[in-house]
């Protein structure tokens, strides 16, 4: 009897103890994370820039306060930030500002070095876009569409040529011809790659060429695209200063017999001979820029 009642109290302990594990509530089950939105794509390139150096900057805007700059291998997503004239978008390693100026759009792409001493990357340059008609005035009608680009010039289709030159007050200014010698037209924008050598075709690596878009007698010209037909010419400014940097230390001026060029853009180069003596360690080059008065002139 006893045996049998003690049998019966664990039958009812069991029976109580299921009963309370069935009345606790579960552990809440973890929901799988939210897949990730896919990037959105690029936004569409609203403008195309033509550097100093002949390169191009393209630039998106989605929307008023954001910017997409695509330069070399390189796009930045920038954000619009106070400037005192102009546009201004940054992020934390680049800024690119534009401000038109008589019918210009000029604009620059720096590194953010520090914020308050950016590094120039390129200067660029494109015509302002046209202002829309007021409400109610009649559209302008549509531009004739453009003719297809000629593909950049290549060394092996050029010639170099003396155009002219100028002197005054210690300055030198060379007008060089570059002519498409090849069968089929080609274009050029930008500046050339110079270099200048002695007479054994050594280079003098003591001489810099830097990029000007004006010399000592003339004012600058933004680049250009510049398309030339078989036998026509397009020209650059070479100048240079004859008198010795007797505060930096020279006395005389290094003696130079040709100068090398590449077309911008181009590995291939041509020559000329030219002899020049400058001084300071520089000489200036503009951009190439179209010479209808020699475009028709054949040459040897």
Request: aromatic content about 4%; glycine content about 8%.
């Amino acid at each position: 009897m006893r045996r049998n009642q003690i049998v019966g109290l664990g039958l009812a302990a069991l029976a109580l103890a299921a009963s309370a594990g069935c009345g606790q509530p579960e552990e809440p089950v973890t929901p799988p994370p939210e897949p990730t939105a896919p990037i959105a794509e690029p936004a569409p390139v609203s403008a195309t820039w033509v550097c100093d150096s002949g390169l191009t900057v393209a630039v998106a805007y989605p929307d008023p306060q954001s910017a997409q700059v695509s330069y070399r291998d390189r796009t930045w997503v920038l954000r619009s930030a106070p400037a005192a004239s102009g546009a201004r978008f940054v992020n934390a390693e680049v800024e690119w500002r534009s401000l038109t100026r008589d019918g210009v759009e000029h604009a620059t792409l720096s590194r953010l070095v520090a914020e308050d001493a950016p590094v120039v990357l390129e200067q660029c340059s494109r015509p302002a876009p046209a202002v829309a008609p007021a409400p109610g005035a009649a559209a302008p009608a549509a531009p004739a569409p453009a003719a297809s680009a000629a593909p950049p010039c290549k060394g092996p289709q050029l010639k170099l040529s003396s155009e002219g030159a100028d002197a005054g007050a210690g300055n030198r200014v060379a007008n060089i011809g570059v002519q498409n010698i090849g069968a089929q037209a080609c274009s050029l924008t930008g500046y050339p790659g110079v270099t200048v050598q002695d007479r054994q075709g050594r280079a003098l690596t003591g001489v810099r060429a830097e990029q000007s878009t004006a010399s000592y007698f003339t004012q600058g010209e933004a680049p250009a695209p510049v398309t030339l037909k078989p036998r026509e010419k397009a020209a650059f400014e070479l100048a240079w200063n004859v008198m010795p940097h007797e505060g930096e230390g020279e006395t005389t001026c290094p003696s130079a017999a040709r100068i090398r060029v590449t077309a911008p853009g181009d590995t291939s180069p041509v020559s000329l001979d030219m002899p020049l003596t400058p001084c300071g360690g520089r000489v200036r080059v503009s951009p190439i820029r179209s010479l209808t008065a020699s475009s028709s002139q054949p040459t040897n």
